[in-house]
């Protein structure tokens, strides 16, 4: 029996053809169950690859996907080896399954992959995400039109946006390329302070001691003061801010963008936080460009049970709406599963 075709449809939001229609949306073309799922996807699995890399990111909706079994089956379909992100600030948790990590519900979903890859010395090909279901809060939104029944995510091109901020500002692309960036920050130990409670080095870390949290920091060349016994100052060894594709595009990295935006203070005062590799500080203005046109390069997308989004790691930034630490996320009800492969 001839395999069901791939289906493309247009979605609200998604760029144009002149961004390469970024992402692709799939829906299902007529498969009833997982075992449909998965022959389908060893038949179409080349097209689908080749789709991600031109595009950057793929949507699969209304496939049968409704817990965490038939995700786990969606994505060893592939047949892709499962890495695990080696950053001491992957704030992702272990589900039943050991290759399915979940942003639990009151953390969101943009706090945690800002942790896990702005500051990962390694960083995953493809990372696959799935809302297999997903009961609405009620809470009212109290600081956004968009409604608070959802969560989103938010994903931006990095090679586009490099592309127009290289056009906008090519000097200070290219030191970003040259010098790369040295970040600090700061981390507390209180983890109920609404500001910083997604950044706490007890959750972020995994550890219960300081004493833990220093050897954490070690292993991954960070160094780090005490400012008393639950505060310290941490700072990373210098991290690329541009990256080169297979392809010879260039692209931004995660950690900028990501850390400007979400890790507390660093907006309010950009030049004791962030600088370029020889320490001196990017400036507000850039950032603050920066900022400005990665709108022209985001898709932000709003889940549906059973949804399905794969991203080519390498192109995509996850982007950030400043308001989401504000709005507490409302302590949604449901689980944005991720597993990330090689």
Known sequence: MTPLPLIYSPIRGQL???????????????LLTMEDVKAWIVHH???IEDVLESAGGIIFRDFPISNEEDFLAFYHAFEYKTMTVESPFFSYAPSHHPQVSYAPPEQPLASSLHAAFSLSLTQPKSVFFCMPSFQPSFH??????????????????????????????????EKLEREGLIYSFLMTEDHTNDMYRHFSWKSLLGVNSSE????????????????????LIVTSPVL????????????LQNNLMNIYTSWPGVRDNPSSFITYGNGSPV?????????????QTTF????????????????????HNVQEQQEHVHEKEGSVLAIFSE
């Open 16 to 30: 144009d053809e002149e961004y390469s229609c970024f992402p692709r949306f799939i829906i299902n073309p007529g």
């Open 45 to 47: 699995k080349a097209v």
């Open 140 to 173: 009212p939104s109290i600081h956004t039109n968009i409604p608070a029944s959802r969560p989103l995510l938010r994903l931006c091109r990095s090679d586009l946006l490099y592309n127009i901020y290289q056009s906008t500002l090519p000097e200070v692309t």
């Open 212 to 231: 833990a949290a220093e050897y954490m920091l070690d292993s991954g060349g960070f160094t780090y003061e005490w400012l008393d016994t639950e505060t």
């Open 240 to 251: 690329p801010a541009i990256s080169s594709f297979t392809d010879g595009r260039m692209g």
């Open 283 to 295: 400036g507000v203005a850039s950032l603050e460009i920066l900022l400005s046109l990665s709108l």
């Open 300 to 319: 932000c997308h709003e889940w549906l049970n059973g949804d399905v989004v794969i991203i080519n790691n390498e192109q995509v930034l996850y982007a």
